[in-house]
């Protein structure tokens, strides 16, 4: 059985939290990957293949806020989709 780090832990909570900041109803693949890239060694990591970090922040960011249609209007905990559950499978 696998288990994860404080770290990964930390990680997921700052996606769904992102997710629950934005009243979405489920956290996707683009909320952990804004949640992966302020996490300092990742952040570096792809920093180092040449990425412009606050770019892609941005643009993630501008693509979050028009999924409209992920919005939770029960203020319900945010679900994991089936892609994101594959990405931890």
């Not at 404080?6 to 956290?27: F, M, Q, T």
């Not at 996707?28 to 060694?41: P, Q, R, Y």
């Not at 606050?54 to 203020?75: P, R």
Request: proline fraction near 2%; hydrophobic fraction near 40%; charge should be negative.
């Amino acid at each position: 059985m696998l288990t994860s780090s404080p770290e990964v832990e930390e990680i997921i909570k700052n996606a769904a939290n992102l997710a629950s900041d934005l009243n979405h109803s489920y956290v996707t693949v683009e909320h952990l990957s804004m949640a992966l890239l302020t996490w300092d060694n990742f952040k570096n990591c792809v920093a180092n293949f040449g990425v412009d970090i606050e770019n892609l922040l941005l643009e993630l960011d501008i693509y979050l806020q028009k999924q409209t249609h992920l919005t939770n209007h029960l203020e319900t905990t945010p679900q994991k989709t089936y892609a994101l559950k594959r990405v931890f499978n």
